[in-house]
């Protein structure tokens, strides 16, 4: 059944990595990066004799890999069930990858992802899982790479409807091994079912007999006190209406760095989520001669991205900081020049 899949049923464009994108010739067409940061590294290596992959080595971050551009995710029917499979490799047995299916709505909107996770072998391994979309669903983006620390190869992402009824019989034996997901209400690990022994209901009468002695009154704070002490065997400092007085201090601190080079086009910087990061800049320095401009974008899931602020001049050897006034969960920094020039951007935070 296999040899019969391959490539005759796939409807993910470029899901073999064959096309080099015209825009990034270092990158597959209809894919882009996400997660990871500036210590995070993607290869593509598509060479005569081997077959195309794409090898992302996460040194750092939560999580690396790749995504479905938005006009390459997937067009499906109404209530229509999707085989996904995937090809993979990783450079140990306890690495963990993932899968993320975005449900797209027919009024453009996007719905908290699906998430599958297993683990490759250091051979090449297929995964296999069914989905089901529901009936106001329209379209599927699909993302996938390493959780955690790792070296993960991405060889082929391949999908493709089971229908008619007689596809799935066909495919039956796969099910079981890869139930369908029917809605997944929050992102964790899905791993093999334990049954569970049900606890054995007794019903044992008991009766309780006892004697309460208590004091009931009004406490004053003249008469009852309690006193608080810290692990110096200091008591906690109070006001002369009685209200506790705390000193607060220290904060934490956040930076990351990534040097880029310009073109013409437009190009944008790692995404990051600065949910816990209420203060957040980026600094802007420009190693090249020719002026370049920056400008901030947020997003509230990581997909739809709208600008932020002005748009930055950075002169040649010159610092620029871009603060964002407005907050959304992600945020990243949109880049361009009229030619080649170099900038390293910093990304601080405070929490």
């Not at 957040?280 to 320095?285: G, L, M, N, W």
Request: aromatic residues 8%; glycine residues 6%.
């Amino acid at each position: 059944m296999d040899r019969n899949l391959k490539g005759t049923f796939n409807v993910i464009t470029n899901g073999d990595f064959l096309k080099r994108s015209n825009i990034s010739p270092d990158f597959p067409e209809d894919w882009l990066q996400i997660g990871g940061n500036h210590e995070t590294s993607w290869r593509y290596r598509h060479e005569l004799l081997e077959r195309p992959v794409v090898e992302i080595d996460n040194s750092t971050a939560l999580r690396a890999g790749i995504i479905q551009t938005q006009e390459a995710s997937l067009e499906i029917e109404k209530n229509e069930d999707w085989q996904i499979l995937i090809i993979l490799k990783s450079c140990r047995s306890d690495l963990q990858a993932y899968l993320r299916i975005y449900p797209i709505r027919a009024n453009g909107n996007v719905a908290r992802p699906w998430e599958v996770r297993f683990k490759p072998g250091l051979e090449s391994d297929q995964f296999k899982q069914v989905i089901s979309a529901g009936s106001d669903v329209v379209r599927l983006r699909l993302e996938t790479g390493v959780l955690g620390l790792g070296h993960l190869n991405i060889y082929k992402l391949i999908a493709y409807p089971l229908s008619p009824n007689r596809l799935k019989r066909q495919v039956n034996y796969a099910k079981k091994r890869s139930p369908q997901i029917r809605h997944i209400l929050t992102i964790g690990e899905i791993i093999k079912p334990i049954q569970l022994a049900m606890p054995i209901p007794l019903k044992i009468p008991v009766t309780v007999q006892a004697n309460v002695n208590a004091d009931i009154r009004n406490l004053t704070p003249t008469r009852d006190r309690v006193q608080m002490f810290g692990s110096s065997q200091v008591p906690i400092a109070t006001s002369s209406c009685g209200r506790a007085q705390v000193e607060i201090f220290g904060h934490g601190f956040y930076e990351s760095l990534e040097e880029v080079t310009t073109k013409q086009t437009m190009s944008a910087t790692t995404t990051r989520d600065v949910s816990a990061l209420p203060r957040v800049s980026f600094a802007v320095y420009n190693f090249g001669t020719l002026l370049a401009y920056v400008q901030a974008e947020l997003s509230p899931d990581g997909i739809h991205w709208a600008l932020e602020g002005e748009q930055r001049e950075v002169g040649p050897e010159k610092l620029v900081i871009v603060s964002p006034v407005v907050f959304l969960r992600y945020t990243r920094l949109s880049y361009w020049a009229d030619g080649l020039t170099t900038l390293r951007i910093w990304v601080q935070a405070q929490n």
